[in-house]
């Protein structure tokens, strides 16, 4: 029985949390997509999709824990580097992070019906493996910074193997960006993620909280291209510092029935010559 109310359960707070998603879109998405029309009102439709996350969010109902170890270098642009375990983190990022943001995103949100072409058409998306669409991301990426606005960066370059335990490997062209530009790194872990929506096949939403730290700029006045390794790794270390190895791992999935018993194997006897 507890198992059952404990499907039902989940079943019930999953199409909880995605209603209030997706309804927010389907009700701006006339305003979104006129928004999206202009690059002169982007600004706007950035606007827009940080209060869209923000009453999705209090509308799941969760605590969410937000740390920032020092006021933000303002009014200068930064490149801020986050971990990436969960299909929420952009949504905790535009809650969280102040201003007129860009953020680069994998090729493929660009594709999902209706909402793709409008952040494609607003935000910066890259196909990871093409070293070509890598090159015209950070000639993106580096315009936006020269105009004045903050990029967002996942150097792992995608959701992370073991979220909440061990970030991937980071790559340098976010660190050579922020060096090259002159601007400050800031550097952000969200260790939760991916307890409440983990990267796996189907839709599994499970109620937990969420925490976000923004953790003290790294400035790079003075550096050259040769500091990027180490900008890197220092980095590395710092988003690494925060993350809960005890909140590691992906939730379960539910079911009603039980694990099937699997019955031991019969054992084996020797043959002893005489």
């Known amino acids: 029985m507890l198992r059952l109310l404990r499907y039902i359960?989940?079943?019930l707070y999953t199409t909880w949390a995605t209603f209030w998603f997706v309804m927010p879109f389907v009700v701006t998405y006339p305003l979104q997509w006129f928004l999206s029309q202009r690059p002169q009102r982007h600004r706007y439709l950035h606007a827009l999709n940080r209060a869209w996350s923000?009453?999705?969010m209090l509308l799941w109902g969760v605590p969410i824990e937000t740390v920032r170890h020092q006021p933000l270098p303002a009014p200068q642009p930064c490149v801020y580097v986050a971990n990436h375990s969960s299909y929420i983190d952009i949504l905790l990022l535009f809650r969280t992070i102040p201003g007129w943001l860009n953020i680069i995103?994998?090729?493929?949100?660009?594709?999902v019906p209706l909402w793709g072409p409008i952040f494609g058409s607003v935000y910066i998306t890259v196909d990871r493996d093409s070293a070509v669409s890598r090159g015209r991301a950070m000639v993106q990426a580096r315009?936006?910074?020269e105009a004045g606005r903050s990029?967002?960066?996942f150097p792992e370059g995608r959701i992370g193997k073991h979220p909440g335990q061990q970030l991937d490997e980071f790559k340098e062209g976010a660190f050579q960006l922020a060096i090259a530009t002159g601007?400050?790194?800031?550097p952000i872990t969200m260790?939760?993620?991916?307890?409440?929506?983990p990267d796996v096949p189907g839709l599994r939403v499970r109620y937990s909280p969420l925490a976000i730290i923004v953790h003290a700029p790294l400035f790079t006045t003075g550096l050259t291209v040769a500091d990027a390794p180490a900008l890197k790794q220092q980095a590395y270390d710092i988003i690494a510092s925060a993350l809960r190895p005890e909140a590691g791992g992906i939730p379960e999935a539910s079911t009603w029935r039980r694990?099937?018993?699997?019955a031991a194997p019969p054992p084996v006897r020797e043959r002893t010559s005489a």
């Open 259 to 262: 694990a099937p018993v699997t």
């Open 191 to 197: 260790p939760l993620n991916h307890r409440f929506m």
């Open 105 to 111: 995103g994998k090729s493929s949100l660009a594709t």
């Open 54 to 56: 923000r009453f999705s």
């Open 9 to 11: 359960g989940h079943r």
């Open 183 to 186: 601007v400050p790194v800031v």
């Open 151 to 153: 990029v967002v960066i």
């Open 143 to 145: 315009r936006t910074l």
